[in-house]
């Protein structure tokens, strides 16, 4: 390894055993000029779908590699290509546990901006948002039991900066609503509308951030860090009600009744105990 490659301390993943995780990681510097990736030999020449997609992020690939393929997954992407991580199946549920499990805590500091824009634009999904929430808690947990350990300060802070950049997406609902009813009606169509919901309306994702952000302290007003403080996460979330709301087309009365099972929902986010 070169003595000049960055070093940061790294957690376990959620999906790691304790005793084959190392206490080090190297992360991959961006150059002009792609470096040596660790693993080469487990890279595809050619990247054509999902799997190939997995075996490149799991190989810790250079800064170069890692661009194009947050290229694939971000650029001109529709419902059920090659490249789509949101619709909701388990190739896809891989895809974003390895991103937030491996990407982010190796490369976010390292990304370009329009690097982080696309990570963002790929986890704009039921099935992003619930792999960022599992990562949330993830973190939280283990914080607690390491509360010395500011490595998963460090961690918790890049997954605030990283949820910031998915739900400030203007549009946000109505963007997960289009994507997820794409096509045919179908029952998944409904159980990911409904967990959804559960998600953004329910308090899986508030009662999540604001644990994450009373771990984090005071004193820290970094991106992303509204989305742990009821009273902006409620005006957030009206905000994109009514948004949605806007833009439905009249004669749509599945949307409409999916918005206003939403709307039941978040009424009772500002009189629940946290």
Known sequence: MDLLTPIRASTLSSSSQQNDAPLLTAVTKPTDSPETPINAASIPQSISNLDDILSTLRSRPSADLLSRTLDLLATNIQPH??????TPTPKASQVVNTL????VPDFWNFLSKKEK???AECLRSVTGLGGIVSRLRFLSKSKKDAPSDMS???QIEEL???????LRAKGFIHQIWEWGNYGPANPKQTMAWKEFTSLIAGGKLLSV???ADRLLGVG???AGRWIGNESLFISWLGQEV???SSKIDITNEAEWKALSSMIVRALSLGHRGM
């Open 209 to 211: 951030t604001a644990e």
């Open 160 to 166: 605030f900066a990283l949820l910031h950049s998915v």
């Open 220 to 222: 820290n007003g970094g």
């Open 117 to 119: 824009k696309q990570l």
């Open 242 to 244: 009514a948004w949605a």
């Open 81 to 86: 290509s090659s490249y789509d991580i949101r």
């Open 152 to 154: 998963f300060n460090i």
């Open 100 to 103: 937030l499990e491996t990407t």
